[in-house]
């Protein structure tokens, strides 16, 4: 299984972007899937997770009502839609799959993603 991470860039402050991980090697639709993030020194964070069929999803709280994590099963996709982005954004972004316990625990994952670099100006 591999996970494809992309969308990253610089965008300045109150701006968006939109991440995408595409997944081979397997189908989404049997993955509940997450994204988390991470910055040099710092341990990585989840971000946002999102369950099987999508119906159900879960989100940090320093992004919650910003970030919208959704999938696309026929596509084998998942995306983050990032809306008024903060300079405490800035970071690697990777998407995970296949969570075997706690969704926003980043060991819980068997595949991960090379990660996308986000970058907010101030």
């Known amino acids: ?21 595409a997944v081979s090697g397997h189908a989404v639709r049997d993955y509940r899937m997450a994204w988390f993030r991470q910055t040099p020194g710092k341990e990585r964070e989840f971000v946002a997770g999102i369950t099987w069929g999508g119906g159900s999803t879960i989100y940090a709280d320093s992004v919650r009502g910003r970030f919208t994590v959704t999938r696309d099963n026929a596509k084998d996709t998942m995306y983050l ?3 008024d982005l903060k ?3 800035t970071a690697v972004y990777y998407c995970a799959a296949h969570a075997t ?11 991960w993603g090379q990660g996308t670099l986000v970058t907010v100006s101030s």
């Open 1 to 21: 299984v591999q996970l494809q991470a992309s969308g990253g860039g610089l965008v300045q402050e109150r701006g968006s972007l939109r991440l995408s991980c």
């Open 101 to 111: 316990m706690h969704i926003t625990t980043s060991t819980s994952y068997a595949y």
């Open 81 to 83: 839609q990032m809306n």
């Open 87 to 89: 300079p405490e954004d």
